[in-house]
Every structure is written in C-alpha cells, then in structure tokens.
C-alpha cells in the first residue's frame, strides 16, 4: 500500500481549485498563482489535456506544498494511472465502488460525486472518505443542512456551480471544502495570463471558507448570510 493521506490536509483551507482543460505549459505558473492566494490543493480533471503529466509535474515542482489530485475519474485503471502519476486524492462525478476500492488500496483519498441521500450513503459504506456534492449549483445551500441531520458522519465538499457569492453559504450548511473551477479560474484570466487575478481570486475565496468558519464558531459575520 501507498503512503496514507489525510482529509484534513486536503480540506485544511476549504478550497480545491479544480483544474479543467487547461493547457500543461500553464500548469506551473496557475499553480503558483494559486498557492500565492492561498490554495493548497488542486484537482486536475482527467479530459484535460496531458492531465497525467500535468498532475507528474506538479507533484514534482510543488512537492509538499500542494496536494494534487485527479478529477472526472470514471473507471478504476483511471484511477490507478492517476495515483501512479502522483494523486493524493481521486474524484468523480459519480458513486463507482470500484474506483472507490482501488483509489482506498492505493492509500489515497476517495471523493466520489453524489446527489442524493442514498448515494451518499452507498459512497460512505463503500468506503470513500468524502462525498463530492454535484453539480452543488442546482441545489440550495439549505440541502446540505438538511442531509447532514441524518447523515453528519459524512464529510461533504461541494463542487459545481461554486461562486465567490454563495461558498460562505455552503461551508456555513455544513460543507467541509468547496471545489471551485470557472468561477476561479476564468477563461479570460488564463487566455491573457493574469496569473495576479488568479492569485488574487484564490485568495478571496479563502478568505470566505475562513470567515464562514469562523461564523460557525462565534456567531453571524458581516458579509455573510
């Protein structure tokens, strides 16, 4: 078995910048750009282009200053080229036992994607660390509330449709981590290089998980709804 990960690495700052479809020579300068704003975990979805690579030169360039995963992982030989690249972590769109079992025999974290209560559970026995709510943008923040009344042993991130509007809102229901892609990585930032931007955007991002968090410690916060 592979060395173990730990959840609460991933989700330290609740932010996993989600990485789709973007070219590998601007893997290393996003990545600086998010680590400057404060991002310490990204997820590279598997219809990128050369994802394999871009997840090996990440790991490589970055080494313990980034966990990096592998995202849109819908078979379990996807997962093991993914892991052998160097994933810590493996998502899917989908409750695939499967992709579960070999992402957990590798030592790794399991995140598959489920939108009702039944997968969730069928993903939580089958053995994934967390569930991925998606597409989180179709459902109310008042959802995860909801199913974490009987279901509050299961660590939730939320992907999909994430903004900079509503990220407080769904860490303050009960969300663990958001997984943010377009919203903070824009196509307009990316085609004119403004690795700022993108530094600056991550770091607004996670400045709303932590005010959100702190509002679940001591109460309401300004700003936050």
Do not use: Y
């Not at 994933?87 to 995140?111: H, Q, R």
């Not at 955007?201 to 300004?222: D, I, T």
């Amino acid at each position: 078995m592979m060395a173990q990960v730990q959840l609460t690495d991933l989700f330290h700052n609740g932010v996993v910048a989600v990485i789709r479809k973007i070219p590998a020579d601007l893997m290393v300068p996003v990545t600086e750009s998010l680590l400057d704003g404060g991002v310490r975990a990204i997820e590279i979805t598997l219809d990128s282009p050369d994802a394999l690579q871009s997840i090996m030169t990440v790991k490589e360039k970055f080494a313990d200053s980034v966990m990096v995963g592998a995202g849109t992982v819908l078979d379990a030989q996807a997962a093991w080229r993914a892991v052998s690249a160097g994933a810590e972590f493996i998502v899917s769109p989908n409750v695939d036992p499967a992709v579960i079992e070999m992402t957990k025999n590798c030592g790794k974290l399991s995140i598959p994607g489920a939108m009702t209560p039944s997968e969730m559970v069928v993903a939580h026995r089958s053995g994934a660390d967390a569930v991925k709510i998606f597409p989180g943008g179709v459902l109310e923040p008042a959802f995860l509330q909801d199913v974490r009344g009987p279901l509050g042993h299961i660590p939730l991130m939320v992907t999909g449709g994430i903004t900079l509007a509503n990220t407080a809102s769904f860490i303050q229901n009960g969300a663990e981590a958001v997984g943010v892609g377009s919203a903070l990585l824009t196509k307009m930032d990316l085609a004119e290089k403004n690795f700022a931007r993108i530094a600056e955007r991550a770091g607004l991002f996670c400045e709303q998980v932590a005010r959100a968090r702190k509002a679940l410690e001591v109460g309401p916060v300004e700003g936050i709804s």
